[in-house]
Antibody, heavy 123, light 112 residues
Framework: ELQLVESGGGLVQPGGSLRLSCVGS????????MHWVRQRPGKGLEWVAS????????DYADSVKGRFTISRDSAMNSLYLQMSSLRLEDMALYYC????????????????WGRGTLVTVSS | DVVMTQSPLSLPVTPGEPASISCRSS???????????LDWYLHKPGQPPQLLIY???NRASGVPDRFSGSGSGTDFTLKISRVEAEDVGVYYC??????????FGQGTKLEI
């Protein structure tokens, strides 16, 4: 079954760090770009970060650049988001999403999403 | 960054009736290859977002044919020919041509 399962969310104080994980199954993980998208409370979807299928290129939203790091581990079929210097405005449900075309230099749609992991930033 | 503007933001509908959502982008989404890099997603309550339409008009796998996408350049439309109760949720358009960043519309909440 095609599936993405996120984990690692939780309560963290402002300025703290957290590492999110996403495990993919039912597809060849190594062949697809992967992405993190978040939804703040009461708000819409916001793209956060992307990594190409081979891990050779990463991109970040300006709001998280320099604080978040996206990475992947092919042996574990896993995607990660290392978040540091967390701010109140980073509190959100974080989804991982799969790119739609194998070995694409850039993804033009996301065809599979996980259920998300909740990050709460509060003192 | 490309700004995506959806309308309406709230859409009350009657089952069996058609529905339409508009999405406009601040820059053209037409690639030189002839495709529009515009997608539609549905976010149902308590579920992850799901891809409905990609490249402007292509239905994703498993999406009922009552959903259709059209438009080119900066103006796009998602149409539901006959709304069903299971279609409730928030609909988002997203542009992928001028990425990063990928940018989403504000979302349109479809209610029955």
């Amino acid at each position: 079954e095609l599936q993405l399962v996120e984990s690692g969310g939780g309560l963290v104080q402002p300025g703290g760090s957290l590492r999110l994980s996403c495990v993919g199954s039912g597809f060849t993980f190594d062949d697809f770009g992967m992405h993190w998208v978040r939804q703040r409370p009461g708000k819409g979807l916001e793209w956060v970060a992307s990594i190409t299928w081979n891990g050779g290129h990463t991109d970040y939203a300006d709001s998280v650049k320099g604080r978040f790091t996206i990475s992947r581990d092919s042996a574990m079929n896993s995607l990660y988001l290392q978040m540091s210097s967390l701010r109140l405005e980073d509190m959100a449900l974080y989804y991982c999403a799969k790119g739609g075309v194998a070995n694409a230099p850039i993804d033009f749609y996301f065809d599979l999403w996980g259920r998300g992991t909740l990050v709460t930033v509060s003192s | 960054d490309v700004v995506m503007t959806q309308s309406p933001l709230s859409l009350p509908v009657t089952p069996g009736e058609p529905a339409s959502i508009s999405c406009r982008s601040s820059q053209s989404l037409l690639h030189s290859n002839g495709y529009n890099f515009l997608d539609w997603y549905l976010h149902k309550p308590g579920q992850p977002p799901q891809l409905l339409i990609y490249l402007g008009s292509n239905r994703a796998s498993g999406v009922p044919d009552r959903f259709s996408g059209s438009g080119s350049g900066t103006d796009f439309t998602l149409k539901i020919s006959r709304v069903e109760a299971e279609d409730v949720g928030v609909y988002y358009c997203m542009q992928a041509l001028h990425s990063p960043p990928y940018t989403f519309g504000q979302g349109t909440k479809l209610e029955i």
